[in-house]
């Protein structure tokens, strides 16, 4: 693919969607976080409930942190992995206490450094929170990336460090929103809904599906085909 290709993905994206925003529900980087860390291996929606739960009992990182592992617990028990999210949600909230005086740091090191915060939950703290260019890339983006010939690469790190080299700098701020959006809604794992596609004729994937029958045009069970048997 070459960057014609990509610039006119994003152009694309960008005008279905200006300013796309995440589905997780919060309102500071400090929601933003244990969100996202309690996202991992379950849906947005889920993890909207629960907080919607907890937030408004406790959202400050010393309030959570004296909820303890089992007062968490409590309110986060619909989401999967739901007692290892919570011991490592009370030690993060311990150490921003410790550490950082309560707020969330913006570099990647000290983020990183934090229990349950990866590669991945630090770019999208520092992209959502702190306005960084940088590409989260979950399952939705590596799939669409390597699918569609955009940045393909055998690792999330790989398809990383190959879309921050050709995504332009103009579309790189929401670049992470639009892929996963895309993963989420259209270039979906099973069956890719490909004939509602905006970027359809600038993709590379091979098996492009086409768009379903209408009911009445499918032919009655057992009569698949209208060519007469030889012999």
Same mark, same amino acid.
């Given at each position: 693919? %070459?960057?014609?290709?990509?610039?006119?993905?994003?152009?694309?994206?960008?005008?279905?969607?200006?300013?796309? /925003? !995440?589905?997780?529900?919060?309102?500071?980087?400090?929601?933003?976080?244990?969100?996202?860390?309690? !996202?991992?291996?379950?849906? #947005?929606?889920?993890? %909207?409930?629960?907080?919607?739960?907890?937030?408004?009992?406790?959202?400050?990182?010393?309030?959570?942190?004296?909820?303890?592992?089992?007062?968490?617990?409590?309110?986060?028990?619909? &989401?999967?992995?739901?007692?290892?999210?919570?011991? %490592?949600? &009370?030690?993060?909230?311990?150490?921003?206490?410790?550490?950082?005086?309560?707020?969330?740091?913006? #570099?990647?090191?000290?983020?990183?450094?934090?229990?349950?915060?990866?590669?991945?939950?630090?770019?999208?703290?520092?992209? &959502?929170?702190?306005?960084?260019?940088?590409?989260?890339? #979950?399952?939705?983006?590596?799939?669409? !990336?390597?699918?569609?010939?955009?940045?393909?690469?055998?690792?999330?790190?790989?398809?990383?460090?190959?879309?921050?080299?050709?995504?332009?700098?103009?579309?790189?701020?929401?670049?992470?929103?639009?892929?996963?959006?895309?993963?989420?809604?259209?270039?979906?794992?099973?069956?890719?809904?490909?004939?509602?596609?905006?970027? /359809?004729?600038?993709? #590379?994937? /091979?098996?492009?599906?086409?768009?379903?029958?209408?009911?009445?045009?499918?032919?009655?069970?057992?009569?698949? !085909?209208?060519?007469?048997?030889?012999?």
């Amino acid at each position: 693919m %070459n960057a014609a290709k990509r610039h006119e993905i994003f152009r694309r994206l960008q005008a279905a969607n200006p300013e796309p /925003r !995440s589905d997780l529900q919060y309102s500071s980087p400090f929601e933003l976080l244990v969100a996202v860390v309690l !996202s991992a291996q379950a849906t #947005d929606r889920g993890v %909207n409930q629960a907080t919607a739960r907890l937030f408004p009992v406790a959202n400050t990182p010393a309030a959570i942190a004296a909820l303890g592992v089992e007062g968490l617990e409590q309110y986060i028990r619909t &989401i999967g992995l739901y007692r290892t999210k919570a011991k %490592n949600v &009370i030690a993060l909230c311990g150490l921003l206490v410790e550490h950082h005086g309560g707020e969330v740091p913006r #570099d990647r090191e000290s983020l990183q450094a934090l229990p349950g915060v990866g590669r991945k939950t630090a770019n999208v703290v520092m992209n &959502i929170a702190f306005g960084e260019p940088t590409i989260a890339v #979950d399952t939705h983006i590596f799939r669409v !990336s390597n699918r569609t010939g955009l940045a393909p690469g055998r690792t999330p790190d790989a398809v990383e460090q190959k879309l921050l080299k050709v995504v332009p700098a103009e579309f790189r701020m929401h670049a992470h929103h639009w892929l996963i959006l895309h993963g989420r809604y259209t270039c979906i794992a099973r069956k890719p809904v490909c004939h509602t596609c905006s970027i /359809r004729d600038l993709c #590379d994937y /091979r098996d492009k599906t086409e768009a379903p029958l209408p009911a009445h045009s499918k032919l009655p069970r057992g009569r698949g !085909s209208t060519t007469k048997r030889e012999g």
